[in-house]
């Protein structure tokens, strides 16, 4: 993954630790519970750490927030994982909950594996070049260019480029309020 410039770093280091301190939890329970190290966590607060896309999902899940939120909302801010890189579009919130529009690259040969969302989560995927297979562990659904699916992502799902070629993709995840 390329190096996210300090500001981000920062910004997303000052979203974490204002999550955390909001829920009452220190570095080492909100580590535990996100399955990550806490030297990890308390890197990533201090802005010192380049953030992958499973640690953020990891830590948005725990505190219940949209990954959006972790990335101070910032459009253009982009993360990876291995087989994965995720470009924020753009985030509207609402009444209703949020949106959160992701640009994704799926690089061949990989497997990426994102683990559940919150209850309701819901993703719609629309491959606009390549071929991908994506939703529920299991479940996936195999797409064409031009062709799109959507699921409830409260259950592990994962992503994947076919045929040997890099995939992209525009993912919106709408998260109920």
């Not at 995720?86 to 690089?107: H, K, P, W």
């Not at 969302?117 to 064409?144: K, N, S």
């Not at 890099?166 to 998260?175: F, Y």
């Amino acid at each position: 993954m390329e190096q996210q410039p300090d500001d981000v770093r920062a910004a997303v280091g000052g979203r974490l630790r204002a999550a955390r301190a909001a829920r009452g939890l220190s570095v080492g329970a909100l580590a535990a519970r996100a399955g990550i190290g806490k030297g990890s966590l308390s890197e990533l607060e201090n802005g010192s750490r380049n953030p992958t896309l499973s640690t953020l999902y990891a830590l948005a899940n725990t505190l219940e927030l949209p990954l959006s939120e972790l990335l101070a909302d910032r459009p253009g801010t982009e993360v990876a994982s291995p087989g994965i890189t995720a470009r924020l579009l753009e985030t509207t919130t609402g009444d209703e909950g949020t949106v959160e529009v992701y640009a994704l690259t799926l690089s061949p040969g990989a497997v990426h594996v994102s683990a559940a969302h919150g209850p309701h989560v819901v993703e719609h995927l629309l491959v606009t070049r390549g071929a991908a297979r994506a939703g529920p562990a299991g479940a996936e659904t195999d797409l064409e260019t031009g062709a799109g699916t959507a699921w409830t992502s409260d259950v592990e799902h994962t992503y994947r480029a076919l045929g040997g070629r890099p995939a992209s993709a525009v993912l919106v995840v709408r998260t109920p309020t």
